[in-house]
């Protein structure tokens, strides 16, 4: 349990409400995927200002679950910013992919959703 995502900032501001928890679980469950294959298609299409975009909207959620890629997406925000156009930012946006893949399914698993 909470291997690949944390919930210890999320338990502190609910005060440990589960049904809180398990709402913005949901969210992120539902959300966040469509999310993350809109940063792929930006990034794939050097949209910088839509990725900019989409990396600032991610950014909460990923840092309330305390997802280890919070660095990847900031620097994928400063590529969408057009400050950092000649990184190969491709590298980046697969670790963020692959590290929600795994907090998804261990929400799921964890959940039972």
Known sequence: MERNYKLSKIKELSENDQDFILGLVAVFLEEVPADILLLKEAILEQDF???????????PTIDL????????????EHWGRDV???VD??????????????????????FKL
């Open 49 to 59: 200002q839509r990725t900019y975009q989409i990396a600032h909207k991610l950014k």
């Open 84 to 86: 950092l156009k000649s």
């Open 65 to 76: 679950f305390q997802l280890d890629t919070l660095g990847d997406l900031l620097e994928i």
């Open 89 to 110: 930012i491709l590298p980046k946006l697969e670790k963020v992919m692959r590290s929600v893949e795994l907090a998804m399914a261990e929400m799921k698993a964890d």
